[in-house]
């Protein structure tokens, strides 16, 4: 029609199809769930998600977790036995096989709360279970259950230590008893391993709640915890409620358990693997006098 439909709109069309399709990445920057203060992803990475502003330890992700714990952070996850979906027919505002299904979309098709993997730490054998708080809050069901008795079957078979890493919850609500039964079961996981004399270390992280902490979490035979994670059985707010009073400062957090001897050693993120490898070395490797016995 004219110079500027003709060759002005056209350029412009173009120059915005090109900056739309000029990928940028969403999630550049990421803010501090404590301070607030925005944090650059690569930055971040680099600091195991912990903020350097403010020391706060952010969510890790059971790959990144794994591969800043294991040696030479090389591991190897199993498949894990798949139960019986939405056994009870669920339904709350949603449909629980429709939460499944988001929750399989966004983290990966037969996946659950728990990812397992096995590798070398300290030298050593190692087994880890880690929790993936993104899946549905971390929450327990069936196949965590069934994830934590493969865990712990490996570790026995390997000669291994377990290794538990929460971050839930707690019970999956939505398969009703069925995810109350894991608490006995997980229970009995452990037990497993500490039968044949096979170090159980568990690493509590933020949040460890509900019907977690009250089965395996506490069980370790060292428990560590996070810096400042979130740790209890009934949240503050309820408690608060029930027996009319205001709680002490820094009530349930990693540090206030380490103080009333609910937690061994509160262990800042830099030097987990540090920790975890002394820990496993010291608890595996025989005693002196054992040793020798064996040689003669
Ligand atoms: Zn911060």
């Excluded at 199993?78 to 966004?106: C, M, N, Q, T």
């Excluded at 069925?178 to 997980?186: D, E, I, V």
Aim: aromatic share 6%; glycine share 10%; net charge neutral.
């Amino acid at each position: 029609m004219n110079w500027l439909t003709n060759f002005v709109l056209p350029k412009i069309r173009a120059v915005k199809e090109t900056v739309a399709k000029k990928e940028v990445p969403e999630n550049l920057w990421t803010k501090c769930g404590n301070c607030g203060q925005m944090l650059f992803s690569r930055d971040l990475e680099a600091n195991l998600h912990v903020c350097n502003t403010c020391g706060f330890h952010l969510r890790l992700a059971p790959a990144q977790r794994f591969a800043a714990l294991f040696d030479d952070g090389k591991y190897a996850t199993i498949e894990l036995p798949k139960p019986v979906s939405d056994p009870l027919r669920f339904r709350d505002v949603k449909r629980y096989g429709d939460r499944l299904k988001e929750a399989h979309a966004k983290n990966g098709a037969g996946t659950d709360a728990v990812i397992v993997a096995h590798g070398a730490i300290g030298g050593l054998p190692a087994v880890m279970a880690c929790f993936d708080f993104s899946f549905m809050g971390g929450s327990m069901g069936v196949a965590v259950g069934e994830a934590l008795l493969a865990a712990a079957r490996l570790a026995v078979l390997q000669e291994a230590a377990l290794i538990v890493v929460p971050a839930s919850g707690g019970a999956r609500m939505q398969e009703g008893i069925l995810s109350l039964m894991q608490m006995p079961r997980t229970t009995l996981a452990v037990e497993m391993v500490k039968d044949v004399g096979l170090p159980y270390i568990v690493l509590l992280t933020h949040p460890t709640t509900g019907g977690v902490s009250a089965s395996f979490a506490m069980l370790g035979d060292i428990t560590l915890a996070e810096p400042g994670a979130v740790i209890g059985f009934a949240g503050a707010r309820v408690i608060e409620e029930t027996i009319r009073e205001k709680l002490p400062e820094g009530f349930q957090r990693s540090e206030y358990l380490l103080e009333h001897g609910m937690v061994d050693m509160v262990v800042p993120r830099k030097e987990l693997k540090e920790t975890l490898a002394r820990i496993v070395r010291l608890l595996m490797s025989p005693a002196p006098g054992i040793a020798q016995a064996k040689q003669a």
